[in-house]
């Protein structure tokens, strides 16, 4: 089976278009229709159902994609594997959540990348349940994360304390104009939510609801207003008088977690390149 039928058909699942799959792939509309229907041939049902500017997966789609990408990703980690040239003894295949690569992941690849020049990385960048179950699956060696999954199949090492400050664009205001004026809250995980409800009760009325802190200060920045945040990722911010600490609210500390199998043959590779944290 092509892998490119795999990648197009998750192209198409997500853009839900396929001229826009074309642009993406930088192939024609036609080879893009026609990788779709020879995978439907192959499999014997229609993925998608086509109606005009609408196109949507099927039941059968839908039950295709966890498939399709544990697929494709097993392929690049395999390409990896196999590909190694001979300056590169080993591979570390790693994934982050786009919050802790802004944080400080993005800062430890670097680190790594220049001390071991023996390694081949591989970066993904995605929502922690998927990072997760790629690093069940042994498509990921190593995920950093929020939340450490509840399972004996993985070891959740923790890394280091976040704390979330409530930041605003507003001097000198306090945590009761903060919660109820154009306030975004950014879910940061069920720890968070506990502590922020246990402060905030009532008073809390958020304009905006956001599973990104990245997102969430491009917009505080842009148009105003208060979030809870990552005190590594404002205090720029801070410095320069952007934003502003609401005093009187409590800072909520969270930790970050290393999440990698408990049997893996790169653990002590793994142990080894964590220090560079």
């Given at each position: 089976?092509?892998i ?28 893009v229709s026609?990788?779709?229907k ?15 500017n ?7 789609g ?11 990703s ?24 786009n ?7 993005s ?10 020049a ?6 993904e ?40 400050v409530?930041?605003t ?7 009761e ?5 154009n306030?975004?809250l ?10 922020h ?15 990104s ?21 404002v ?15 409590p800072?909520?500390?969270?930790y ?10 790169s ?7 964590l220090?560079e944290?």
């Open positions: 089976m092509d490119s039928l795999f990648k197009t058909f998750l192209c198409v699942a997500r853009v839900r278009h396929f001229g826009k799959a074309a642009d993406t792939l930088f192939v024609t509309q036609a080879a026609a990788r779709i020879l995978l439907e041939g192959a499999l014997g049902v229609q993925l998608f159902k086509r109606e005009r609408n196109i949507q997966l099927t039941a059968a839908e039950r295709l994609r966890k498939h399709a990408e544990t697929i494709v097993g392929w690049e980690r395999a390409r990896l594997e196999v590909a190694l040239e001979s300056g590169y003894r080993r591979s570390l295949a790693v994934g982050t959540t919050d802790l690569w802004d944080i400080y992941a800062g430890w690849l670097q680190r790594v990348y220049m001390a071991r023996e390694l081949a990385l591989r970066l960048v995605n929502n922690a349940e998927t990072l997760v179950t790629r690093v069940i699956d042994n498509l990921l060696d190593l995920a950093f994360v929020y939340e450490p999954p509840a399972t004996a199949e993985l070891v959740a090492k923790p890394l280091t304390k976040i704390p979330l409530l930041v664009t507003r001097a000198s205001i306090t945590p104009a903060a919660m109820s004026g306030y975004l950014v879910d940061w995980g069920s720890s968070f939510s506990i502590a409800a246990a402060f905030a009760g009532e008073r809390c009325l958020p304009r905006v609801h956001c599973t802190g990245g997102v969430a200060l491009d917009l505080l920045l842009t148009a105003g207003g208060s979030c809870y945040l990552a005190r590594q990722m205090q720029p911010h801070l410095d320069s008088g952007a934003l502003h600490l609401v005093d009187e609210a800072v909520i500390e969270r970050s977690y290393a999440v990698f199998r408990v049997e893996n043959e653990n002590a590779l793994l142990l080894d390149v220090t944290i």
